[in-house]
């Protein structure tokens, strides 16, 4: 289970909460106010021992059942700054189409690619922004009080112990914690809902993440869900009729705070606990090996799969959202886990209107929020509307930049990151902005000689082709890479 990373990706990876820190960058890029130091905490449920912040407006909490934490280091800054923005996906509509129909104009990265020559000047890479949602609470009226035999408390002990912070940013805190009952390690994240867009990015994670009914070995798994208000918590669960539940859903649908804005909101998310850093720091810390490409290529495949089977649309697949576990290693198996993680901009597809039982395929669930990060963005995401061939593209880049490892530096932060891209005169361009642009563009793959075989390479243009029908789904993705893991002798052309 995983870790949270540095920027250097030549030194080995320290620990890193599952609990994804691409949600919790801190970066100048995001446009938010980092998070002050002192935050409200739990004044008298006890849920979470280690947690010394204090609501404002009141003093220091006298409870027994929190403990102040030992000294944190300095919290670590992340990268890849989250942005989420009003979300007006509609199933099967088109949406308008014109001027405005297409994001800005995405920023450039230094390349550095196969060769690793010269790092030119850039601009980091970022999340596409648009129509961005007000973030100051709504005029104050008069709310009803809180009827406190309505919640529901957990527990009056800690059931967990905050061991350490692993990162800290505007959407929220994340801490490595211990269960006490069974000593279990966990990522604990604590999101603070303050304003419109983390109860939107939260209340997507949480939605995507509960509604997965099994688990799978390389998607993030959310243990449970505790709402807090003030000193009181909940457990919070999918389709609660809980009023603090309502009251953040509302919110997060009007794009206004829909509560109290004097009373302290948070959420907390149990998940798993990494150890390895993430898919960046792990490939680019290490020689390039086959045997690694062909497991995580698999285990990927495996996930996307899993998750457009359960009707969950990603749309933010990049190395930075893949997690590495490594703690349950043993000798007959040398290769990591792998985790998909921060859900924060996932789309839900709904059943059917017409028919509420029959299954919804994410190939004909069309959206049309340009969302994700720009370097891994199909073409069609740019335009405003696409289905879930658009995490197969996303997946199309990550794989062929980690086969031929193609990195490009993001100069705010100046970490070097997996991802492929079209060169441009002294530019590079994401290769799903180039595609937009001339849809017949022939793509140079492979750039380098026998770093693919045939198969390989023809099925990655397939996923990275212009048109989405011309892409296999997730399902068949998957029996192809399996094909050519274990029938194939060779990767040599």
């Known amino acids: 289970m995983s870790q949270l990373s540095t920027c250097s990706p030549r030194v080995p990876p320290p620990s890193r909460a599952c609990a994804e820190a691409a949600a919790l960058s801190s970066t100048s890029g995001a446009g938010r106010p980092r998070l002050p130091a002192a935050e409200p905490r739990n004044n008298g449920s006890g849920f979470f021992k280690g947690d010394t912040t204090a609501p404002a407006g009141q003093g220091t909490a006298s409870s027994q059942m929190i403990a102040p ?8 800054q992340l990268h890849s700054a989250q942005i989420w923005l009003s979300d007006s996906d509609k199933r099967c509509s088109l949406p308008a189409r014109g001027a405005d129909a297409r994001p800005p104009t995405s920023g450039r990265a230094s390349p550095r690619g196969p060769g690793r020559g010269p790092r030119p000047a850039g601009i980091p890479a970022r999340r596409v922004r648009r129509c961005p949602r007000p973030s100051a609470p709504a005029t104050p009226h008069t709310f009803p009080q809180l009827e406190t035999l309505t919640l529901k408390m957990v527990s009056s002990q800690p059931k967990y112990d905050l061991i350490r912070e692993v990162g800290r940013g505007s959407y929220g805190v994340v801490y490595e914690a211990v269960i006490r009952k069974t000593s279990a390690r966990v990522a604990v ?12 990015l939260a209340l997507r994670e949480f939605w995507a993440l509960s509604s ?3 688990q799978h070995p390389n998607v993030i798994h959310l243990e449970e869900c505790i709402l807090q208000k003030d000193g009181m918590v909940q457990k919070m669960s999918h389709g609660s009729n809980s009023s603090l539940y309502l009251q953040l859903v509302e919110t997060s649908l009007k794009g206004e705070i829909a509560f109290d804005p004097r009373s302290a909101y948070y959420l907390w998310f149990v998940m798993d606990f990494c150890d390895g850093g993430d898919m960046n720091e792990y490939l680019l810390s290490r020689k390039p090996n086959r045997k690694t490409n062909t497991s995580f290529m698999l285990q990927l495949s495996s996930a996307l799969a899993f998750l457009h089977k359960n009707q969950i649309i990603h749309r933010d697949l ?3 959202n893949i997690l590495i576990s490594q703690s349950r290693l043993d000798t007959s198996d040398l290769e990591p886990t792998l985790k998909v993680a921060d859900f924060g901009l996932s789309k839900v597809c709904s059943a059917s209107g017409q028919n509420p039982e029959e299954p919804v395929s994410v190939n004909k669930c069309f959206l049309s929020t340009a969302c994700g990060t720009d370097f891994y963005m199909a073409p069609e995401v740019w335009e405003g509307h696409y289905t879930a061939k658009a995490d197969i593209f996303a997946l199309g880049i990550i794989i062929w930049a980690m086969l031929e490892r193609i990195t490009f530096i993001d ?6 990151l997996l991802g492929s891209y079209v060169k ?9 902005e180039a595609l937009l642009e001339n849809p017949k563009m022939e793509l ?3 750039v380098k000689k026998k770093s693919m075989n045939g198969r390989m390479k023809q099925l990655i243009k397939e996923m990275l082709a212009a048109n989405p029908q011309d892409r296999p789904d997730a399902f068949e993705l998957e029996l ?13 052309t």
């Open 189 to 200: 994240k604590k999101i603070r809902c303050h304003a419109p867009e983390n109860v939107e």
């Open 212 to 214: 997965i009914k099994s």
């Open 444 to 446: 140079l793959i492979p």
């Open 424 to 432: 441009q005169g002294t530019e590079i361009v994401p290769v799903g």
């Open 69 to 76: 934490s030992p000294a944190l280091p300095p919290p670590r």
């Open 480 to 492: 192809r890479l399996v094909q050519i893991a274990f029938k194939d002798s060779s990767w040599e």
């Open 411 to 416: 100069t705010e932060t100046k970490k070097e």
């Open 318 to 320: 990049k190395p930075d």
